[in-house]
Structure formats: C-alpha cells, structure tokens
C-alpha cells in the first residue's frame, strides 16, 4: 500500500463509508478503476462510484505535500464519463468529482449546456481534519457529503434507472 493509498484509508474513506453506505443505487467497484475511454496516460482515479454501470463521481486524492494537482485531470475524465451517457442518450447528463488535495477537498459538477460545452463548476469545498483539534471540521464535512450525494441520486441515478 502506497502512501496515497494509506491517506485515502486513513482520512477520506471514513467519512466516504459514513454518507455513501453500501447496498444502495450509487455503488463503488473499488479503488482505483480505470475509467473506460480514458488514456492510458492516467493513473485510475482513486475512487469512483456508479450506478447501472455508468461511472458518476470520482475522486482524485493527493497525499499533504503533494506538489501534483489533479484538477484538469479530474476535468478529463469528467468529460470522458458525461460524452458516455450522452452516447447512450442519456438527455442532460450531469457528472461529478472531487479533488483532495492534501486536506483541501474540492466538490466539481460538469454538464453539457450545449451540444460540444461543457461546464465545469466548482460547487462546493471543505477542509479534512489534521488533528483532534479540527473535529468541529466534521459537520461541514459530512454536509457537503450528504448534499453531494443528494446530488448525484436526484440528478443521475433515479433518471438512469428510468432511461434504461
């Protein structure tokens, strides 16, 4: 298990195992999975939950000190997941993922407005805890977890469920 690995285990999986429950509509096939389409050039991203075999949210995860951002590559494999739901015709497809970039997590949306725009929004941020100090971190945390997960059922899993 590499050092990446370790953080996800240690500081995001249990807060990810607290909102996202397993046995429910939006399912994780595991760690690092390679987004169908994507380049070979990119590392899988770290997590990545779906429903009816459609990829809808992704985590890129980045160690503290990580001089790396995963930030365009989230936007390209954001891109990759939507142009597949739009290929099936899938109508207003919406894709999320989020960039931990040490203890800085940020929540992203890409739509399709238009044929061939995509629109990447920034919808959302919080902050990891580091120490017993920051566990008042926790209540914000959970929230944006809650609504991100809010977000992805409402706009893509129960409309998948009823497009195919």
């Known amino acids: 298990m590499d050092e990446e690995d370790m953080f996800t285990k240690s500081a995001v999986n249990p807060f990810l195992d607290a909102v996202f429950e397993s046995g429910t509509a939006l399912a994780t096939p595991g760690h690092c999975s390679s987004l169908p389409g994507s380049s070979n050039n990119f590392k899988p991203p770290g997590i990545c939950y779906s429903a009816c075999n459609f990829d809808l949210l992704i985590w890129e995860i980045k160690i503290p000190k990580s001089k790396i951002n995963d930030t365009c590559k989230l936007a390209g494999e954001l891109k990759i997941m939507l142009q597949r739901l739009v290929q099936v015709g899938f109508q207003d497809p919406v894709v999320f993922g989020v960039v931990v970039q040490g203890l800085d997590c940020q929540v992203y949306k890409l739509a399709m407005p238009a044929p061939a725009v995509f629109l990447l929004q920034n919808i959302d941020g919080f902050s990891l805890p580091e120490s017993l100090n920051d566990l008042k971190l926790c209540k914000k945390i959970l929230s944006a977890l809650e609504h991100l997960e809010s977000e992805v ?10 497009s195919l």
């Open 153 to 162: 059922m409402k706009k893509q899993v129960v409309s998948l469920a009823d």
